[in-house]
């Protein structure tokens, strides 16, 4: 089963605008990280925050932190055509090996 | 330096077959994953090594699926007996550390159909 859930599950912008993709969890985190998967493609990491971050930053994106309500944002600004693509976030436990779960992801889709 | 590698990356197999997939992990990653992600939704946690220490193998879905990483570098997943409900992606994942905190890097997977 997922620990996650992704809202929305599918999101269609034009190009320039602003996408939020919003992630929901259960347990407590060591920390969370977004993935972006291209069509037939594996998983890129796109950005780690630990739980005792709020926010961080990388070029284009923005993820926020709120383990008292247990969601995460990624914010991509100014989007491209190119950043259409599957973005999951995924939780790391304090567990064994520490292994990532993930959410069933939003589908981008940034038209030109 | 070269990421992480999987191979196959496709694989159709007939109901009953055995099949084998191959992980080759970023070089000195102690930690290595497996992953089963079927169609539209997110990967699931099957395996994890320590170097060649099988450390949680709780997200393995039956006695069917078998992996190891006898030197601590090269990982295999074998599937026994192939059923339909097998096919899906497998991702390979491997991680610099042992411990959590640290990015785990994605191979391409492979995507077994079972016919």
């Known amino acids: 089963s997922q620990q996650g859930e992704e809202d929305p599950q599918a999101l269609s912008i034009q190009e320039g605008e602003n996408a939020t993709m919003n992630c929901s969890y259960k347990t407590s985190i060591n920390n969370l990280q977004w993935y972006r998967q291209n069509s037939g493609r594996g998983l890129v990491h796109l950005i780690l925050?630990?739980?005792?971050?709020r926010e961080k930053h990388s070029g284009r994106l923005r993820v926020t932190l709120d383990t008292s309500k247990k969601s995460s944002s990624l914010l991509i600004t100014a989007s491209r055509a190119a950043d259409t693509a599957s973005y999951f976030c995924?939780?790391?436990?304090?567990?064994?090996?520490?292994?990532?779960?993930f959410g069933g992801g939003t589908r981008l889709m940034v038209k030109p | 330096g070269a990421g992480v590698s999987q191979s196959p990356r496709y694989k159709v197999a007939k109901r009953g077959q055995d099949v084998a997939l191959r992980c080759d992990p970023i070089?000195?990653?102690?930690?290595l994953f497996w992953y089963q992600q079927a169609l539209g939704q997110g990967p699931e946690f099957l395996t994890y090594?320590?170097?060649?220490?099988?450390?949680?193998k709780s997200g393995l879905p039956s006695d069917r699926f078998f992996a190891e990483r006898p030197e601590g570098s090269v990982s295999t997943l074998k599937i026994q007996r192939t059923q339909q409900e097998d096919s899906a992606v497998y991702l390979c994942?491997?991680?610099?550390?042992?411990?959590?905190?640290?990015?785990?890097?994605f191979g391409p997977g492979t995507r077994l159909t079972v016919l």
């Open positions: 090594f320590q170097n060649e220490a099988q450390l949680d």
């Open positions: 995924a939780t790391e436990h304090n567990n064994a090996g520490n292994m990532l779960t």
């Open positions: 994942a491997s991680r610099r550390l042992a411990g959590g905190g640290d990015t785990q890097y």
């Open positions: 070089s000195g990653h102690v930690s």
């Open positions: 925050i630990r739980s005792n971050e």
